[in-house]
């Protein structure tokens, strides 16, 4: 299903939860909605399920309008957050209850509860309650009720929250599967980045109410167009002054400006490591901590601490040794703009404006 | 279109009907006799109101709910520890007992009482070698009282000691706190919620009760002669102004404390 | 300490409740078979347990409905405000704070022949006070909040997910109600009923005042008991206080019965 949404407004009180939202999705894509916790992803959601009033601008399905429409009528699944299963009915009467509610006929209902049960590899547990089963086999079944009535566009409330940080990873991998097989548009809100960067072809960060940012993965990590996204994207320190380190200085920005520089922006090591030594700094190594496949080493430059990581291939540094930084690039921003600069002593010398 | 415009229409009706049904059966009546007992003018409610029967029969439901509160929270509190904490044969009978004056009408408790406790029987005749009579006294009245409310402190405690965590209690033995003090410091503040509310519950319907105390209070004006059996003598009496008047105030004195029972609970569900 | 204190619970158990009860099928029974049955067999008893009967169960039928659909409407419509709806529920606690003798006067002073609501009634055929539609009205008055405060809190646990769920899965509202939410809240409006009829049956005061007590028209079991103590008609008095009594023991069985299903679920 192809969605439009235009200048989605929610407020909740005074509490403005979502301000003039716009955005298009292609039919078969998966999305992520990411965000901090509060951000108002899942009131976007709810309102794309016509389970919340739109307050102001429009939702379309399909070029149509369905802002009056209500959840009955929209033709979408609703994964929850703690999957609201039925609990007095079975696993099968879970499945079954869309198809029964559409008046499917008994033969029709148990063909595509069998069919759901296989895909969702729940045989032999049909008819079981839902405390008598796993977190993740929960998971299966919300899934596949939401999927029973052959919905249009699947909506997934923070779908692997409430599960085990081992199996998550497993059902996330299922699940994009899963969805690329069905080719059914769909839109989950999570506010974990690994897990959006995982799954979704497409992100989309929802901060305070507002679309920060959408694109996929890639492209938001690489070209982030407001530091939120750039602070809430991957890990990074914040460098208050941006001239003291070396091939940043003297580029004319305002007062004001500030760096983010992610770990994997900046390489560390030996003199003999590098063979254009002018871009360097020289550091010192502060604390090491062994990351479990490599290592994160926090180094001074002057009065920045910096953060990186290091193969553990390569020579073991300890605390207080002195080490050249270079850093390829940087975040910066300042109050009215933002943009990627790109090291001017180690080639480009023209920052990329975004 | 149609089908959906038709249920609106109906959860329309139906939401309407709720509403109305709700204020007519208990806000009407209450609004009413509030109007009632003024609307022959201040000075006709306040001289209903400082009529000396009147007043003493008042103030000796008070006094009796209070005591038979103050009854209940003691024996309440060791019902519900004893119910929770310890197991016994009968245990799980007594249990289902605890809730039998609610389900007991309040007249047949009445008769229950005037049975015991008359002159016939051997509890009545023990008294009256002692000296002093129950039947018809203000402690057959408490007697009641204590019947018709003895559930509220019972059912107010016992979740509060059974979500309480063992494990405060032995963090409190491993600072060497001894098994009395314990009790004191620990357990009973976190049991004090309950008391309380079940306490103003308890004192809320023994202010209110009627039936079992109508049988066995004797009904002696300014001695024996509850509240609710004087609103109830003045309408048999046909003076609905003095009624209304001893209705209104103990009606006033009974919201507040359901209030403040609301309050106090809403207090500590948010705190 | 342990056995002082679970031999005075017991102590206090027999005292209060235990020894009463026994009393009282003593007490019917005091001339034997005859008596007790002599008691029961009265044309009064029998019309007064009717009238009780008729009352319990037309008051039951209309409270669970209101009750059902009020406590719904407190906790999931969003057509109320918040404001209004904590309103509401404090005002759905009054009747317990209001004695019977209040509630019953309030609904003469409403509903009274001198009053203007009264003689309309009045003139249309209809009595209400000294008549049953009264006593019905004072007991539905005095058992309103009883159905309300057992399913309110359960629909707050339980959380409106499930019920969204079936309406993403295409459930009518009515669908949902009965597939969905009355699965889960059943046992506790089966224990709202069950104190509802243990709460009708058993009221006296507000009935006594709206009733008037008329022999063989309005007079219901425990108004009966009343007027035999105040005759010293103390045998038929206990033959009736026992049916009484047993009855509301029976209730207590199915109390005991519903709450441990309510835990189940």
């Not at chain 1, 407020?11 to 403005?16: I, L, P, R, T």
């Not at chain 2, 209104?248 to 507040?256: A, P, W, Y």
């Not at chain 3, 009733?211 to 009343?226: M, R």
């Amino acid at each position: 299903m192809h969605i439009e949404v235009r200048g989605l407004n929610k407020k909740f009180g005074d509490f403005q939860a979502v301000a003039d939202v716009d955005f298009e999705i292609e039919k078969g894509q998966l999305i992520g909605l990411l965000g901090p916790s509060g951000g108002g992803k899942t009131s976007i959601l709810r309102m794309l399920a016509g389970l919340e009033t739109v307050d102001d601008g429009d939702i379309v399905f399909h070029g149509k309008r369905v802002n009056d429409l209500p959840p009955q009528e929209r033709g979408i699944g609703f994964v929850f957050q703690n999957y609201a299963l039925f609990k007095h009915m079975t696993v099968a009467e879970n499945i079954a209850f869309g198809l029964e509610v559409k008046k499917w006929s008994k033969q029709k209902i148990k063909e595509r509860v069998a069919e759901l049960v296989d895909l969702t590899g729940l045989s032999g547990f049909e008819k079981r309650y839902p405390h008598q089963l796993s977190g993740g086999q929960r998971q299966r079944v919300a899934f596949a009720r939401a999927l029973a009535p052959e919905p249009q566009l699947l909506l997934l409330d923070e779908p692997f929250a409430a599960i085990d940080a081992k199996i998550r990873h497993e059902l996330r991998s299922w699940l994009r599967e899963m969805i690329d097989r069905l080719g059914i548009t769909s839109i989950f809100v999570t506010h974990d980045q690994d897990e959006a960067i995982e799954v979704a072809d497409q992100i989309m960060i929802i901060n305070k109410g507002r679309l920060e940012q959408k694109g996929t993965p890639w492209e938001i990590y690489k070209n982030p167009e407001s530091p939120f996204v750039a602070s809430f994207i991957g890990e990074s320190t914040i460098i208050e002054d941006v001239s003291a380190l070396r091939g940043f200085g003297g580029s004319g920005e305002l007062p004001g400006t500030k760096a983010l520089i992610r770990p994997e922006y900046v390489e560390i090591g030996k003199e003999h490591d590098f063979e254009l030594l002018s871009a360097t700094e020289t550091g010192r190594v502060r604390h090491i901590h062994f990351r479990g496949s490599e290592w994160l080493v926090e180094v001074q430059i002057g009065a920045a601490k910096l953060v990186t990581y290091r193969s553990l291939e390569k020579e073991i540094l300890q605390p207080g040794d002195e080490v050249r930084v270079l850093i390829h690039r940087a975040y910066l921003f300042n109050d009215t703009n933002s943009w990627v600069m790109e090291n001017k002593l180690k080639e480009d010398p023209m920052p990329v404006h975004i | 279109m149609s089908s959906m415009l038709q249920g609106r229409w109906w959860s329309w009706g139906f939401r309407s009907t709720v509403m109305l049904y709700f204020i007519v059966l208990i806000i009407f009546p209450i609004i009413g006799i509030y109007g009632q007992s003024f609307s022959s003018g201040w000075a006709a409610f306040a001289d209903n109101i400082t009529e000396p029967l009147a007043w003493k029969a008042v103030l000796l439901t008070v006094k009796l709910a209070l005591i038979a509160t103050v009854i209940n929270m003691f024996i309440g509190t060791m019902s519900a520890w004893v119910l929770i904490r310890y197991r016994f044969p009968g245990r799980r009978l007594l249990n289902s007992l605890v809730d039998l004056p609610f389900a007991l009408p309040t007249a047949v408790a009445g008769l229950m009482i005037l049975l015991l406790l008359g002159p016939r029987s051997s509890v009545g005749g023990l008294a009256e070698k002692l000296g002093f009579t129950i039947l018809f006294h203000q402690p057959a009245i408490v007697i009641a009282m204590v019947f018709v409310t003895f559930p509220f402190v019972i059912r107010a405690v016992q979740p509060l000691l059974e979500e309480m965590d063992s494990s405060e209690e032995e963090a409190a033995y491993t600072l060497g706190a001894t098994k009395a003090a314990t009790f004191w410091k620990v357990i009973l503040p976190s049991m004090l919620p309950g008391i309380l509310s079940g306490a103003m519950l308890a004192f809320s319907r023994g202010l209110a009760e009627f039936g079992a105390v109508v049988l066995v209070a004797g009904n002696i004006p300014g001695k024996t002669l509850i509240a609710s059996v004087y609103i109830f003598g003045e309408i048999e009496s046909d003076n609905a102004i003095g009624a209304t008047a001893v209705s209104v105030l103990l009606l006033t004195f009974s919201f507040l404390i359901l209030w403040t029972v609301n309050y106090v609970q809403m207090r500590r569900k948010n705190g | 300490m342990r056995r002082l204190w679970i031999g005075l619970t017991v102590a206090v158990f027999s005292v209060l409740l235990i020894i009463p009860v026994i009393r009282i099928a003593m007490g019917a029974f005091d001339e034997g078979w005859g008596g007790f049955a002599r008691g029961l067999a009265r044309p009064e008893t029998l019309h007064a347990l009717y009238m009780t009967g008729l009352i319990v169960v037309i008051v039951t039928i209309v409270n669970t409905l209101f009750g059902v659909m009020l406590s719904l409407y407190l906790v999931r419509a969003t057509w109320l405000g918040n404001k209004v709806k904590q309103l509401l529920n404090s005002i759905v606690d009054l009747p317990f704070a209001v004695s019977p003798v209040i509630g019953g006067l309030m609904i003469v002073l409403l509903l009274g022949p001198e009053t203007a609501l009264g003689a309309l009634f009045n003139k249309a055929g209809i009595d209400i006070v000294y008549a049953l539609p009264g006593m019905i009205i004072a007991t539905l008055f005095v058992t309103f909040p009883l159905v309300v405060r057992e399913v309110m809190p359960v629909l707050q646990e339980i959380g409106s997910a499930q019920e969204e769920a079936a309406a993403t899965l295409g459930a009518s509202a009515w669908t949902t109600f009965w597939r969905v939410t009355w699965p889960s809240i059943r046992w506790c409006v089966v224990y709202g009923v069950v104190l509802t009829v243990a709460r009708a049956m058993g009221e006296f005061g507000a009935v006594l005042v709206v009733s008037g007590n008329i022999l063989f028209k309005t007079q219901t079991a425990t108004t009966l008991v009343y007027q035999d103590v105040e005759n010293f008609n103390l045998t038929a008095a206990n033959s009736i206080a026992l049916v009484l009594a047993a009855g509301s023991v029976t209730l207590l069985l199915l109390m005991e019965w519903a709450k441990s299903r309510r835990e189940v679920h």
